[in-house]
């Protein structure tokens, strides 16, 4: 009897294996996971499929029980095929290139890696998330420091060409930017470039505000992430620029009736 048993455990334990093995290439698990799906879905998935690991030749796909995983050193992106459309699940990061506010956050997984999903119904969905996932892999590829010394010296440049009278020097807080008096500093940061500025005027509340330091009466704050973050911090920093034309007291006052 014992020795039976042993012989069922050794043969489970190799099929096991075999059936995890097995997980990593196109099988029937691809079978199962479409099996009573409508053909819309399957042509959304094989579509979708195609374009993410056209991607990059480092990225692997897994197919798993219900889902299929695309992976770098981590999952970037999860797919589960519904009966008639696609629930895509994308890394965090990727957020950050959602310029048009397609990815919501998935309830119940806001503390996990994949915690926006965007669903896919049409090739304008497919075409708007292969986008996603080509930027998220090149930001996850491209060294963070590179991405945004690239990101630092574009503003550098664009703040230059407000005016010709701007001169600048660094500190040991950060870039300082000068007309007539400080009117922004840039601080590069692990993932984004920090930008202080005077009190400009911010009636949708995007910028931060800053508690009070040894650099009043620069206040607000904003942090660039991504390029399309420069074109939209230029105007402020311009207004910005125009505050620190006016007299310094009135800037020291206009200061202090932002915190009391």
């Not at 080509?134 to 690239?150: F, R, T």
């Not at 009117?183 to 800053?210: A, S």
């Not at 704050?221 to 311009?238: A, L, R």
């Amino acid at each position: 009897m014992p020795k039976e048993h042993i012989i069922i455990s050794n043969f489970n334990i190799e099929d096991n294996n075999i059936k995890k093995k097995q997980m990593h290439f196109d099988t029937s698990t691809y079978e199962k996971l479409i099996f009573n799906k409508k053909t819309t879905a399957i042509n959304l998935f094989n579509s979708l499929d195609k374009k993410i690991l056209g991607i990059g030749k480092n990225i692997s796909r897994n197919y798993l029980i219900k889902n299929v995983v695309y992976k770098l050193k981590r999952k970037i992106v999860e797919v589960q095929i519904n009966q008639s459309n696609l629930l895509v699940s994308l890394y965090k990061e990727a957020k950050r290139f959602d310029n048009n506010n397609k990815l919501l956050l998935r309830k119940g997984y806001e503390n996990t890696s994949l915690c926006y999903f965007i669903q896919i119904e049409s090739d304008e969905d497919i075409n708007y998330c292969i986008n996603l996932i080509q930027k998220m892999y090149n930001y996850l590829i491209i060294s963070k420091i590179d991405y945004i010394d690239i990101l630092y010296k574009k503003l550098v440049f664009n703040i230059k060409l407000i005016d010709n009278s701007i001169t600048f020097h660094n500190t040991n807080k950060g870039l300082i930017f000068k007309g007539k008096r400080n009117f922004t500093i840039l601080i590069k940061q692990k993932n984004n470039v920090y930008i202080r500025l005077l009190n400009v005027d911010d009636k949708n509340n995007l910028l931060g505000i800053i508690k009070r330091t040894t650099y009043e009466p620069l206040c607000k704050y904003f942090k660039v992430y991504k390029d399309e973050d420069i074109n939209f911090i230029i105007p402020y920093i311009k207004n910005s620029f125009e505050l620190s034309k006016i007299n310094p007291l009135d800037l020291k006052h206009d200061f202090i009736k932002l915190y009391y």
